[in-house]
């Protein structure tokens, strides 16, 4: 494994902290596989989504908005479901309404807020990616494992996304 990609905060210092929990070799190996994994997942699905001129951020933002009522939500919630600062988000917002694929409105009864709405040329970009990323999704990750290996890693993630979830504040 590259260990390039490790973090300083990874690596024991030369005087190692009493109390510090270090990991051991097996649980150090599976973080760095999982930083890993996340990471040319991440990377591979993005190249993908590349022919369809659009980023593993933007197809994101579709989904979620495809799914949400009316195809559209509160700016501030849509940068709470994907994880991204309310600044970053509205950049991001900006270049997908120059593409056609999201308009911002304005919220009845709220001069600030403001809502993302999936456009009917979004809509039409999100039906006609979502095959290939799903087939991408499956060749890259859910197809490597056996359906008990699926259903084990699901047991053992959800306690941590759900952990991390409380800590955002979202339950």
Known sequence: MDTRTLDAAD?????PEEGTPWLTAGEQRLWRAHLEV??????????????HNLAINDYEILVVLSEAPERRMRMTDLATATLQSKSRLSHQITRMETAGLVLRQECPGDRRGLYAHLTEQGWETMQKVAPDHVRSVRAHFIDRFTPEQLDAMYEALAPVAEHLRGLRGRG
């Not at 040319?40 to 022919?51: A, H, K, N, V």
């Open 38 to 51: 996340a990471k040319l997942l991440d990377y591979q699905l993005g190249r993908e989504l590349q022919p």
């Open 11 to 15: 690596v024991p210092p030369s005087q």
